[in-house]
T-cell receptor, first 115, second 115 residues
Framework: DVKVTQSSRYLVKRTGEKVFLECVQD?????MFWYRQDPGLGLRLIYF???????EKGDIPEGYSVSREKKERFSLILESASTNQTSMYLC??????????????FGPGTRLTVL | AQKVTQAQTEISVVEKEDVTLDCVYE???????LFWYKQPPSGELVFLIR??????QNEISGRYSWNFQKSTSSFNFTITASQVVDSAVYFC????????????FGTGTRLTVIP
């Protein structure tokens, strides 16, 4: 079974702090994704990556950056956390190749609160 | 532009009732994929089904069934004889045939099954 793990289930940070959210998958997937989930808005894509050291902006990249130094790990970085970044953050991975067919496998999520 | 609409924000049913979750999508592509995911209280999205735009056959898997109608751009999900374990948030998602494997999610429907 594919397993996607996220470093924390719950995280509380202060405004202005630098925040790292880590995601690791164990199935050698090429694609990895970061979403945020907010009530009434569903899941919105922040960034995604097709390969090591590659990244692409999603729909709401402002205020975020990402890092993918190893295939299995995809990090989301909040350079200076703000209260409007309080949300649930979900990481996902999928098989690579040029295909829109593949389902994504999700981690359990990190609920981040910025005070 | 792509869009997925789940007009039902919350639904409550009594156990053993049947329930249908609606999903309407918009896309300009002729080739695309539709997905349903389940998000139980634990938070991790679980893949339920994928359907490509050329396959309009309905699908049944146990108590779950899906009705895909291109004429109305709908991909509805029915749970027969609902159970308490079906309580979750259900998301419909669209992936267009651009190889990017990006999913566009609806806002989700929260289903509560009352014992």
């Amino acid at each position: 079974d594919v397993k996607v793990t996220q470093s924390s289930r719950y995280l509380v940070k202060r405004t202005g702090e630098k925040v790292f959210l880590e995601c690791v998958q164990d199935m050698d997937h090429e694609n990895m994704f970061w979403y945020r989930q907010d009530p009434g808005l569903g899941l919105r894509l922040i960034y995604f990556s097709y390969d090591v050291k590659m990244k692409e902006k999603g729909d709401i990249p402002e205020g975020y950056s990402v890092s993918r130094e190893k295939k299995e790990r995809f990090s989301l970085i909040l350079e200076s956390a703000s209260t409007n970044q309080t949300s649930m953050y979900l990481c996902a991975s999928s098989l690579g190749g040029y295909s829109s067919y593949n389902e994504q496998f999700f981690g359990p999520g990190t609920r981040l609160t910025v005070l | 532009a792509q869009k997925v609409t789940q007009a039902q924000t919350e639904i409550s049913v009594v156990e053993k009732e049947d329930v249908t979750l609606d999903c309407v999508y918009e896309t300009r592509d002729t080739t695309y994929y539709l997905f349903w995911y389940k998000q139980p209280p634990s938070g991790e999205l679980v893949f339920l089904i994928r359907r490509n735009s050329f396959d309009e056959q309905n699908e049944i898997s146990g108590r779950y069934s899906w009705n895909f109608q291109k004429s109305t751009s709908s991909f509805n999900f029915t749970i027969t004889a609902s159970q308490v374990v079906d309580s979750a948030v259900y998301f419909c998602a669209l992936s267009e045939y651009d190889g990017a494997n990006n999913l566009f999610f609806g806002t989700g429907t929260r289903l509560t099954v009352i014992p």
